[in-house]
């Protein structure tokens, strides 16, 4: 089994920035897969970023170049940058792992863009 905490988020104006982590309970290159995915209010849950075991990540069409995952190996943490916020960005945002067969999430954290 994996645990997962999460921290970051929070309101943040239009243009601004946020920084999202997520510590897991085991060794991270254990994980084959360990990201976000984002809920929006009324829609369904999307894929926002993932970095598999190996070092390679995937992002959703509308964050790349806005978004950046990355690793902390000795703390078993993965972090999302987001930068140059918009509003369509505002969602419940939960970090997932893909551990040998099984998806597990963390509690999600509320971020909000607005002005």
């Known amino acids: 089994q994996v645990q997962l905490v999460e921290s970051g988020g929070g309101l943040v104006q239009p243009g601004g920035s946020l920084r999202l982590s997520c510590a897991a309970s085991?060794?991270?290159?254990?994980?084959?897969?360990l990201g976000w995915y984002r809920q929006a209010p009324g829609k369904q849950r999307e894929l926002v970023a993932i970095?598999?075991?190996?070092?390679?990540?995937n992002y959703a069409d509308s964050v790349k170049d806005r978004f950046t995952i990355s690793r902390d190996i000795d703390r078993n943490t993965v972090s999302l940058q987001m930068d140059s916020l918009n509003p369509e960005d505002t969602a419940v945002y939960y970090c997932?792992?893909?551990?040998?067969?099984?998806?597990?999430w963390g509690q999600g954290t509320q971020v909000t863009v607005s002005s």
């Open positions: 997932y792992a893909d551990h040998t067969g099984s998806l597990y």
């Open positions: 970095m598999f075991s190996g070092g390679n990540a």
């Open positions: 085991r060794n991270i290159f254990s994980i084959y897969g």
